[in-house]
């Protein structure tokens, strides 16, 4: 039964629930804006969400061209008819989600891999999920375990037994103690929605095969085992001076614009394995090392330090159930409150240009209902073909889910793990986190290595199958590794469509996730997009308290 | 019984146990009435839909010793186009479904909400139906029995209330408090409601570094 809005007039339309559109949804229904915020998909997060095993495993299928069983979930929604029709008058320009959301990703491989060490019988585990009446785990089972060994077979058994206890992040990010986010989330109210674990552990992958635990804080670079008298002495200088770069311009004088790695070497003599640590697990830099100048390497140096101590002595948070997901549903639950209308799971067919003025004037859904606002807010995905200008050069990032049975170096709720460019082969750093039953990322006895870096080889799995070797028992017998039970690898486009200059200007389009290991970029554009749009507003002021004022 | 004074009690008394409790329910049933009639014992005829209200708190002294708080999560509306978002259900430990006693189709949207619940929530949650306007009962079009009958097979807490009238509104809250199994939930400190502190990191009480500051 199609449905129909009561109201078809808004001040603000937005497409997609992602992080982005969801912090906008917030802040523009808390100031009092009628927003109506609509999703094609059925769940929450746009391409910032996270899913369970079996959601993860149907979502990578249908990346891969549509599995017949899953053509209910697919959104097959084709436009019928001309590709530019009239509609009283307007230009209606057709929407293909699906299609822009495929091209979106590219490269995507998925393995399962059989378990050796059995604990349970294989007819045992088979019992168990007939009871379950998991008509589509047997499905899938049934789909995808015809190339599978009955080892595969059983583990691919296992992971759907306890598909629900996953929440596998398509975009995982972690954010500063101190940042953009994590202050909004403590202004606005929405930080009480969500719960946090510390990321306190970092690791960088030096080239005797070893992981060096990087000393971050001042205590750490006391105790640490790995880092030599006079290395400590060097890093203490360094770190110290960078706390407060601004107060002594003095030392970085010349080189603001020069490479960070040659302003390290010369002016602090740190190089080597300490200067890998201090660029790639302390200041966290992306790129190659030429690609980042003085001025930005230390603010980021800076922020990373200053975002110690806060919350103990991590210098980043998890946020549980995964994080762009749990996020986007917190701001958008802000937004209902204050009134947002929510839609999920809705189609929209056409978006309606006025052909004089060009603008924007409203939309029309899967129902044939016409909904006007004065704004679109939307994700790149809902934007017609006609208005783009696709940019080949776009920034792709390869990225691997990888399910474990065991924590690589040590036990905890999360750590990162830093491999430095050309340590594996690798052009780009590439980052690993591991997240684990704490951070509600899957259950109890598994661990989850979230990889990523800048694309650079043929695919998301050459990118990064060399550092995956390296940390769990993949393709040697050194049983003294984790073994790895699935690994999805998919590479994924960073779409910038601001640079698009087809568009009206009443469409406000945000930009998928980027590289960069937090939210901060997406918080800050998000931030901008609303002071754009509202020059004399307050950015999602608090909320008060409910306890203490009359309703 | 004063919820102001349970207030107060909270304070002196010896255990407290705070819950998420969800409400569910079609729209215009009064879900936010009774919430607001439970926590602030105000009732507005003219009431729109719920807007401004993250949450809202309440306390109920069970005993001398025993305090339960309710952390209450209105749906903001969200219900409307099947757009609950998953958070919602997370960590709730109660729930009050809600329908219309003057609304024959409230009933089935509350089986739904229900069936909704098995299937998302924790599956020790606490559910009850509360069929509500129950001031209205010249227009009643579902009968007491039939919903008792329902929330017996289905083991669910039952009452009909008035959020306009405080009919069976604390009563309501009471029971759930009294059918938490608290010994076993302080006991499994796993969920956020279950203890008396979040679990993980509080945003707002920034804890410093292990000691060494230098």
Known sequence: ?551 | MSTTNNRQNAQASGKLYQFKLVLLGESAVGKSSLVLRFVKDQFDDYRESTIGAAFLTQTISLDDNTTVKFEIWDTAGQERYKSLAPMYYRNANCAVVVYDITQPSSLDKAKSWVKELQRQADPNIVIALAGNKSDLNARRAIDSEEAQAYATDTGLLFFETSAKTAVNVNELFTSIAKKMPLEQLAANSRGRGSGLKQRGVDLTSPTPANNCSC
């Open chain 1, 1 to 551: 039964m199609p449905q129909q809005l009561e109201v078809t007039e808004y001040d603000v339309i937005i497409l997609g629930t992602g992080f982005v559109e969801s912090i906008l949804a917030g802040a523009l229904a808390r100031i009092g804006k009628s927003v109506l915020h609509m999703d094609t998909n059925e769940y929450y997060g746009g391409s910032w969400t996270s899913f369970n095993f079996q959601e993860l495993l149907d979502w990578a299928q249908l990346l891969q061209g549509c599995p017949y069983y899953l053509v209910t979930i697919c959104h097959v929604e084709e436009s019928s008819g001309n590709s530019q029709e009239n509609f009283e008058g307007k230009k209606a320009l057709p929407i293909n989600f699906s299609k822009a959301r495929r091209q979106a990703y590219s490269t995507i491989e998925y393995e399962i891999y059989g378990i050796l060490k059995q604990t349970n019988s294989t007819e045992e585990n088979e019992e168990y999920l007939h009871k379950d009446e998991q008509d589509t785990s047997e499905e899938t089972i049934r789909h995808v375990s015809t190339s599978l060994s009955n080892f595969e077979r059983e583990t691919l058994a296992k992971l759907l037994k306890e598909s629900k206890q996953y929440n596998l992040d398509i975009a995982p990010k972690i954010m500063p103690c101190r940042g953009e986010l994590i202050e909004l989330l403590i202004s606005s109210g929405v930080g009480r929605y969500l719960e946090f674990k510390a990321l306190d552990k970092t690791y960088i992958y030096s080239d005797q095969d070893t992981f060096d635990k990087v000393p971050c804080s001042k205590e750490d670079v006391f105790t640490s085992q790995t880092v030599t008298l006079i290395d400590k002495r060097k890093l203490m200088r360094f770190l110290t001076f960078a706390l407060d770069f601004t107060n002594s311009p003095e030392t970085f004088e010349g080189y603001e614009e020069k490479p960070y790695e040659k302003f390290l070497k010369e002016k602090f003599q740190i190089d080597g394995k300490l200067l890998s640590a201090v660029l790639y697990a302390i200041t966290l830099i992306q790129t190659k090392a030429n690609d980042v100048n003085t001025i930005q390497g230390l603010t980021y140096t800076q922020r990373y330090l200053k975002s110690l101590g806060r919350y103990g002595n991590a210098a980043f948070l998890v946020a549980l159930y995964g994080a762009g997901s749990e996020i986007s549903q917190g701001f958008c639950r802000i937004s209902a409150v204050f009134g947002g209308i929510y839609m999920l799971n809705h189609s929209i067919k056409h978006l309606l240009i006025d052909k004089s003025s060009n603008n924007f004037t409203g939309l029309i859904d899967v129902n044939g209902q016409q909904l006007s606002s004065t704004y679109l807010i939307t994700s790149i995905d809902y934007i017609p073909e006609k208005l783009l200008q696709e940019n080949e050069e776009c920034e792709q990032i390869s990225r691997a889910i990888v399910i474990i049975d065991r924590y690589i170096h040590e036990e905890g709720d999360a750590s990162l793990t830093i491999f430095p460019p050309d340590s594996v082969g690798n052009e780009y750093p590439i980052r690993v986190l591991q997240f684990s039953e704490g951070t509600r990322s899957c259950p109890e006895d598994k661990y989850v290595l979230y990889m990523s870096t800048k694309a650079s080889g043929k695919s998301a799995k050459e990118d990064l199958y060399k550092a995956l070797e390296k940390l769990v028992n993949i393709s040697n017998d050194d049983a003294s590794l984790s073994s790895p039970l699935f690994a999805l690898f998919y590479r994924h486009k960073f779409r910038d469509a601001t640079l698009s200059s087809l568009l009206p200007d009443n469409i406000i389009v945000t930009n998928d996730s980027d590289s960069s290991l937090d939210f901060e970029t997406a918080t800050i554009q998000a931030k901008q997009l609303f002071e754009k749009m509202c020059p004399n507003e307050e950015f999602l002021p608090a909320v008060p308290d409910p306890d203490d004022d009359d309703l």
